[in-house]
């Protein structure tokens, strides 16, 4: 039979696994945006358990362990330039889960170089010739992992006042996006961005270029298993034109069937 002490072991356990879990299948998903996740997903992650307090002393050492690997793994997440411009450009995120300032600058920065870049391209193209112009998840979690997110972004909101010194020569729409208001966590980014096309041009068409990209390769690894059941052993003679078709079919909401 468990022990008391053992019930209270498995309790702890339990408690401090719930944040891993809440962020690894969210992360894990391939019908929302990902890449601009994983920076605030890891701050909530490591936020949520920080703040739990064991009573045993094997969560106490479990708890010791699992941020100190957070920190190993994890400490320099916001210096990966993919993950950090998707959560700029993100209106759901932009610089709330920033700690690393010098990261963030360095990601601004990048993003105002492409924006003036493209700005060059599409001056230079238009002198040469006459071109044309260019959901939340199905299953409740027990587990809230943003359940700290609105009060952030009311912080954020306080310090939006004035432009600030580090934002001084970056381009109007940087400028003007920055400023405007967090989007609430249930919108859908790509949707945001395709009705904020006419006030950000140059940028959308940034954001959804990095937005695109997946976090994990969990997508590709589903994608590789459902290949491999397709094409079984009473299957052998079944072309990769048809293997690729039948693929593309089983990808497609169950929603577009009743259509």
Not at 112 to 121: A, M
Not at 248 to 255: E, H, I, N, P, W
Request: glycine residues 2%; hydrophobic residues 35%; positive net charge.
């Amino acid at each position: 039979m468990i022990s008391a002490k053992e019930i209270k072991d498995i309790s702890d356990i339990i408690d401090l696994l719930r944040p891993i879990e809440a962020s690894t299948k969210e992360l894990c998903g391939q019908k929302y945006i990902t890449s601009s996740m994983v920076i605030p997903m890891i701050y909530m992650m490591v936020k949520n358990i920080s703040q739990f307090k064991p009573t045993q002393e094997l969560g106490i050492q479990l708890k010791k362990e699992i941020l100190f690997h957070c920190e190993k793994r994890f400490g320099s997440v916001e210096s990966v330039a993919l993950f950090s411009i998707a959560t700029v450009l993100d209106p759901r995120f932009k610089k709330i889960y920033f700690k690393d300032s010098l990261a963030l600058s360095k990601t601004l920065k990048y993003i105002s170089d492409e924006i003036k870049q493209n700005l060059q391209n599409q001056v230079q193209s238009e002198s040469s010739s006459d071109s044309d112009t260019i959901t939340e998840h199905d299953e409740a979690k027990p587990f809230n992992l943003w359940q700290e997110h609105e009060s952030m972004v009311q912080q954020s909101t306080r310090r939006r006042g004035q432009l600030q010194s580090d934002d001084i020569g970056f381009p109007n729409e940087l400028n003007l996006y920055l400023k405007s208001s967090v989007a609430r966590l249930s919108d859908n980014p790509l949707h945001l961005w395709k009705d904020m096309k006419s006030i950000y041009p140059i940028l959308s068409n940034i954001a959804i270029k990095y937005l695109s990209t997946v976090a994990t390769s969990v997508p590709s690894e589903r994608l590789f298993s459902k290949a491999g059941l397709t094409l079984s052993n009473q299957r052998n003679r079944l072309t990769p034109k048809h293997l690729n078709k039948l693929l593309f079919l089983q990808s497609l909401d169950d929603t577009l069937w009743s259509l």
